[in-house]
Each structure stands twice: as C-alpha cells, then as structure tokens.
C-alpha cells in the first residue's frame, strides 16, 4: 500500500491502451504506437501541472516485451510523477511484475488524502475479454470494506483495464469483464465507492451505472467507433484524461486529444 498526502483537490492523470511495442517503430493497425504516446505525453506537459499520481490502466503493451514496459516507465517519468499500473489482454502481468520490481509501480492500494484508489488485474492470459480471478474479487471486497471501516477514508475510486459495464458495440459484446455482476455485487454493497475507471474500449465515456461514476478513456493510439454493429476505428485524435478528486468526494474529468496533428492510421481494417 502506499499512502500520499497532497493538496486538494487531488489530481489524477489517466493513460491508457498505449499499445507500445519492444521495437519503437511498431505499429498497430499502421499506427505508431511509440509517436501517438509520446504526442499525448506533449499535451499532458503543455496543459497539466502538479500532477499527484498517474493511473495507467492496461495494454501498456502491444507486445508483452521487457522493452515496451521500460520505454513506457521511462517516458512516463518525464511527467514527473509517479504513476501505477496494471495489465490488460496484450500484457504479460509476470513481465510487468518483473519490470516493477524495487519500484511501486505495480502497488495495488493507494491512499491519497481521504480517498482510496484500488488496482485491479482483469486479464487472462492469452484472452482478449476480461475477469476478476477469486483473489482480485476478495482483494476488491477487503479493500473496500476496510475503506468503509476506516474514518480516514471518505471515498474510493477503482482501476480495471476491461469494461464492467457492456460495451456500445456489436463487435465488443464478448471482450469485456464476464463476471461483471460479481464485480458489481462487492461494488454495490461499499457506501465509499463513488468511481470506476477504466480502457479496454478506446473510446471516451462517462455515466452512471448503479449510482456510480464510470469513466472510459481514449487509447494513446487507435480510437474504437461507438455505437456500431462491427469493428470501426473513429476518427479522433488520441488522448488521456484528467481527475480532479476533491475532498467531499465530487470529481471533475476532462477528456484531451492531441490537437492539430494527424496520425496515419488503416481505418479499412476489420479488426485489432
Ligand atoms: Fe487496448
């Protein structure tokens, strides 16, 4: 567990789905993954300032190497914060443990100030939808029943790479958390709970499911078409976004794109 004393309102940076690859000159769907991570890093530095911690939520990489998980640390580093991770379908959980090590980077329970943000690992080796093993459902609902013990905590926030709230997709029907309604079972039953976040579907949303905040963000790389029948990137930049965690437990998110800059992408393709 690590525990931060900030300012308030805490503020939080979400990076999600870089996809990197061991080779920086790799691509995705004829995306460079590498150049689309490192333009949104340039916008986090141009707008954003006293950054408290950094939430990277899956597929870090596209390729599970050693050398994607390191460009990311380094390149992450320059924002000057730390940040925490977990893996999604195209990590290795293992190499991102490896490369964590004698670091936090992989610390699951973070307390900052009266808020408490809980990492979750939703992936399956070898699988592309998501779901929470046995040991991730206990260690959700011990860290939210302490949370609601605790007179030090008012609030927590939850970190996941898949989506536990059905994607708006034909295409996505299968590739999400399948045991979503255990996970919203543990979630329903904690006072404190007011937000979850998470990637997995490159694509910018922000509702309300069972009285709670949930918030999707856009890829640093490809973006995923809502509200279609089949697979279709959408035009939009990459990006990440911000959370202003107050103290009384409201948050205010923003979403940025990369602006004035347009990547090569093969928007013919049928697939990732
Ligand atoms: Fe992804």
Same mark, same amino acid.
């Given at each position: 567990m690590t525990t931060l004393k900030t300012d308030n309102p805490i503020q939080l940076i979400q990076i999600t789905d870089? @996809? %990197?690859? *061991? +080779?920086?000159?790799g691509t995705l769907l004829k995306m460079n993954t590498h150049y689309s991570f490192e333009q949104v890093l340039n916008v986090v530095k141009q707008k954003e300032s006293g950054i408290d911690l950094i939430l990277?939520? *899956?597929? !870090? $990489?596209?390729?599970?190497?050693e050398a994607a998980y390191k460009h990311f640390a380094e390149n992450i580093a320059e924002l000057e914060a730390p940040f925490r991770w977990i893996p999604g379908n195209h990590d290795s959980a293992r190499v991102m443990s490896e490369v964590a090590n004698g670091t936090?980077?992989?610390?699951k329970t973070i307390r900052v100030n009266n808020w408490q943000i809980l990492m979750l690992d939703t992936s399956i080796e070898g699988q592309v939808h998501g779901m929470l093993e046995q040991s991730e459902l206990d260690f959700l609902a011990d860290g939210l029943t302490a949370a609601d013990k605790d007179? $030090? !905590?008012d609030h927590c926030l939850v970190c996941l790479h898949h989506n536990p709230v059905k994607g +708006?997709?034909?295409?996505? &029907?299968? !590739?999400? %958390? @399948? +045991?979503k309604n255990k996970f919203w079972e543990i979630g329903k039953q904690?006072? &404190? %709970?007011k937000c979850i976040v998470y990637g997995h579907i490159h694509q910018d949303l922000d509702f309300e499911h069972e009285g709670i905040r949930c918030m999707c963000t856009p890829s640093t790389c490809i973006q995923f078409k809502p509200n279609v029948v089949n697979f279709a990137l959408d035009q939009v930049n990459p990006g990440y976004r911000t959370l202003r965690l107050h103290e009384d437990g409201t948050i205010d998110s923003e979403v940025h794109r990369v602006e004035g800059k347009s990547f090569e992408v093969d928007f013919s393709s049928g697939g990732y």
């Open positions: 870089t @996809h %990197l690859y *061991g +080779n920086p000159s990277a939520t *899956g597929d !870090i $990489a596209q390729d599970a190497t936090s980077a992989s610390d007179e $030090a !905590i +708006n997709a034909g295409w996505m &029907k299968d !590739i999400g %958390l @399948h +045991n904690s006072a &404190k %709970l």
